[in-house]
């Protein structure tokens, strides 16, 4: 149901985690969202953009290993270390990465 400049999907069931993840991203697609990087389920990535750089955050939540592709190089704000290419995170790992200049 659309509501202003949004909308409310309401489910009567409780979809598979696959399903859920289709339904999320054609829901995000509507809205002109998209994945930030691609990452295993147990992250949570989220971009951010500020001071005129922009970057992205990744928290594992699930304490167990995981991976996360970057788009292109970005350096670790917490490490002082650049990364590229797929990254792998420890359990309850959080990575604060800036990938250039606005």
Do not use: C, F
Request: glycine share 12%; no cysteine.
């Amino acid at each position: 149901r659309r509501m202003g400049k949004g909308q409310v999907v309401l489910l009567g069931t409780l979809p598979q985690p696959k399903e859920l993840q289709t339904l999320l991203i054609e829901v995000g697609k509507d809205a002109g969202v998209a994945p930030v990087a691609e990452a295993s389920e147990n992250l949570v990535v989220v971009p951010r953009q500020g001071r005129g750089m922009t970057g992205i955050i990744a928290v594992e939540v699930e304490n167990r290993p995981a991976t996360l592709t970057l788009p292109h190089r970005m350096l670790d704000l917490l490490t002082g270390r650049e990364h590229e290419g797929q990254m792998e995170l420890e359990p309850y790992a959080v990575v604060v990465l800036t990938g250039g200049m606005d």
